[in-house]
C-alpha cells in the first residue's frame, strides 16, 4: 500500500480509501460482511474509511463504528452530512442548526467522540459560506471534528469558500471528494487545478464507474450489476452516453491486458496518477470485491499506458456529464436562469 499526505494537514493516508456507501441496505451487506471487510482493508494497509449519515439513513455510520470499536486511534475516520436525513425542511443542508444536531447524530451512530474528516456532502445553494464555515469551525475548535472538506462542489464553489474563509479567518475546507474516473475526467479542467492551488487533498470517488470499470459489463453481456437494479437509466446502453461508455470499456479492456492488468487496476491506477488527487475510494459490497480492489494497491501506470486511455477518453471530458452532482442549480431549474 502507497501512502499520501492528505493535503496539507499532515496526515498521511493509503492511496486507497474504504468507502462504506454498500455497508446496509444499499449494497445488501450485513454486520458480519462490513466487519469482514474492515478487518481484510486494514490488515491490507488501508487506513481512511469514509462514510455519510445519508448511507442507508445512518446504517453505513452504525456498520463502521461497530467494525472499528476497540482500534478508533488506528482509522482516519471521515463520514459527511447536508443530504436529506428525513422529511422535516431543515433536517439537510449546511446551516449550524443542522451541522450540530447531524454531527452529534453521526457521532452518536459512529460511537466516537470525534471524526477526524467532516465533509460538506454537496453545496448548500441556501446557505451561506459564511454560515456553514463558522459552524465548521466552531465544531472543530470543540474538539468534534479534526478537519473538515467539502464532496463535489463545482470549481467556482471551492473557489468562493477559500475566499470567504479567508476573509472571515476561519478554518478552511483542506479537502474536496469530486466524481473521477476514466470515464469522467471533468474534474481535470476545472476542480482538480482550484484544488492543487489552495493545496487541498483529493479523495476521488467512484473511480470504477459505478461498477463500469470493475469488469462486470461488457458489450454482448447482459448487465446485471447491484448498482444497475436501481439505477437502471445509467446502464440502458440504448442512451447514447451509456453507448459511449461501453464503447470505451471495450477499449480499455484492451489496453489493460495489454499491459498485463485487470481493467480495475487500470482504472484504480489512473485515478490515482494524477498528481492531483490524493486517494481513490474503493466501495466493495463483498470480499471478492475487496480483493479484486486491493490488486491494484500498488499500481503503477506507464506513461504509454496514461497515454493509451487519453486516446479513448480525452483529458477533462466526461462521457456522461449528467452523471457528476455538480450542476449548477440554474441549469436544472429554469427559474433560476430567467428574470
Known sequence: M??????RTGVQVSTLVLGAMNFGKIGNTTQEGATAIVDAALAAGINLIDTADAYSGGQS??????????RRDDV??????????GDERNQRGGSRRWLVTALENSL??????????????????????DETLSALTDLQRAGKIRYFGSSTFPAYRIAQAQ?????????????????????????????????????????????????????????GQEIS??????????????????????????????????????????ALGFATA??????????????DHLRSQLAAADTVLSADVLDAIDAIVAPGVDLAAHEKNDTPPALLEPALRRR
Do not use: C
Not at 482516519?76 to 436525513?85: C, E, G, Q
Open 2 to 7: 502507497q501512502y499520501r499526505t492528505l493535503g
Open 61 to 70: 455510520e452504525e456498520m463502521v463504528g461497530k467494525a472499528i470499536a476497540g
Open 76 to 85: 482516519v475516520l471521515a463520514t459527511k452530512a447536508t443530504l436529506p436525513m
Open 108 to 129: 452518536r451512530r459512529l460511537g466516537v467522540d470525534h471524526v477526524d474528516l467532516y465533509q460538506m456532502h454537496r453545496w448548500d445553494p441556501t446557505t451561506s459560506d
Open 163 to 219: 475566499w470567504a474563509a479567508r476573509e472571515g479567518r476561519l478554518s478552511r475546507y483542506v479537502t474536496e471528494q469530486p466524481n473521477y474516473s476514466i470515464l469522467q475526467r471533468g474534474i481535470e479542467a476545472h476542480v482538480l487545478p482550484a484544488t492543487q492551488e489552495y493545496g487541498m487533498g483529493v479523495l476521488a470517488w467512484s473511480p470504477l464507474a459505478s461498477g463500469w470499470l470493475s469488469g462486470a459489463i461488457r458489450a
Open 225 to 266: 450489476t447491484n448498482r444497475s437494479g436501481f439505477m437502471r437509466q445509467r446502464f440502458d446502453v440504448s442512451i447514447p452516453a451509456n453507448r459511449a461508455k461501453l464503447d470505451a470499456v471495450e477499449q480499455l479492456v484492451t489496453v489493460a491486458d495489454e499491459a498485463g492488468l485487470s481493467i480495475i487496476q487500470l
Open 274 to 287: 494524477h498528481p492531483g488527487v490524493t486517494s481513490a475510494i474503493i466501495g466493495p459490497r463483498t470480499m
